[in-house]
């Protein structure tokens, strides 16, 4: 079990002020170490070790989540959840100014159509988030999974394609942050990564596979503002021979068509429509 690659709270004490946001940065990594683990839930010890926490405080910290309807314990296992009411939120938070709705009917149409599993991914920082999708009958596996997952931006044929047509600053910004982190998962390193940036920006998509999901294939197209800047990504997800050379360009075209029919609907005035991942809390790399 992980804590989330922004860090461990720190255990040091200082002014009230000081305090205040220690603690709220420490309850934030109990969350975030809880969404990784949902499933099976965590133990106050697994998550005192993990996020170097005496147990003491992460005791007093899960004890106001829960009464604020944000943890859930089963008092059978002593495990910890994610709570019913940070769904809630969650939910809120991950409709900025309709993106959603907007791009649902859009979702069902293209899973519809191609009969496959369709993601809408947007940018969080320096990371890729999951905002919506709607499945095909096929099954896959995917590096976001479900809604609300997150990948590293870069890897992945979504997130690529988001970081491929971010302006030039923050693409910058964002390739030298999570250069580190791609170790492992399909990127070879600085040229290897910036190789496969320039082909996006040249066919306008991303479909290399990175291989690390066996049997598994996805292509992907940005959502792009009228500055011609991602806002998000649409993504198919689908196993290997649903995507062969004969395939593939016709699942680009329609992916293009319905990326630009989002594109014309975004409020070329509304930042936040055009940035939504300063709704969902990641800001600007």
């Known amino acids: 079990m992980s804590a989330d690659t922004r860090g461990k709270p720190n255990e040091s004490a200082g002014s009230d002020e000081t305090g205040a946001k220690s603690s709220l940065q420490r309850g934030l990594a109990i969350l975030r170490l809880l969404a990784s683990s949902n499933e099976t839930g965590a133990r106050l010890t697994d998550i005192a070790r993990a996020l170097d926490l005496t147990p003491p405080t992460v005791h007093r910290l899960l004890k106001i989540l829960a009464e604020e309807g944000m943890v859930e314990p089963d008092r059978a296992t002593k495990r910890y959840r994610l709570g019913i009411d940070l769904f809630g939120l969650a939910a809120q938070a991950g409709n900025p100014n309709n993106l959603r709705d907007i791009c649902r009917p859009i979702l069902l149409r293209l899973s519809a ?6 993601f809408l991914l947007v940018r969080s920082g320096f990371d890729a988030v999951c905002l919506d ?18 990948v590293t931006l870069g890897v992945g044929q979504g997130s690529l394609a988001i970081l491929a047509y971010l302006h030039a600053e923050e693409r910058e910004e964002v390739i030298r942050f999570n250069l580190p982190r791609m170790q492992g998962v399909g990127i070879i390193d600085e040229v290897y990564l910036r190789t496969e940036i320039a082909r996006v920006r040249d066919l306008g998509y991303a479909s290399r596979s990175t291989g690390l999901l066996p049997g598994m294939s996805g292509v992907a197209v940005p959502v792009l503002d009228r500055d011609g800047h991602a806002v998000a990504a649409l993504s198919v997800g689908t196993i290997s021979e649903r995507l062969n050379e004969e395939r593939l360009p016709v699942v680009v075209d329609i992916l293009k068509r319905e990326s630009a029919a989002i594109s014309r609907q975004l409020n070329p005035f509304d930042p936040v429509l055009r940035r939504p991942a300063a709704v969902l809390g990641g800001g600007s790399a």
């Open 113 to 118: 159509t191609l009969r496959d599993t369709i």
């Open 133 to 150: 999708r709607s499945e095909g009958p096929f099954p896959i596996r995917s590096f976001t999974g479900d809604i609300g997952g997150r």
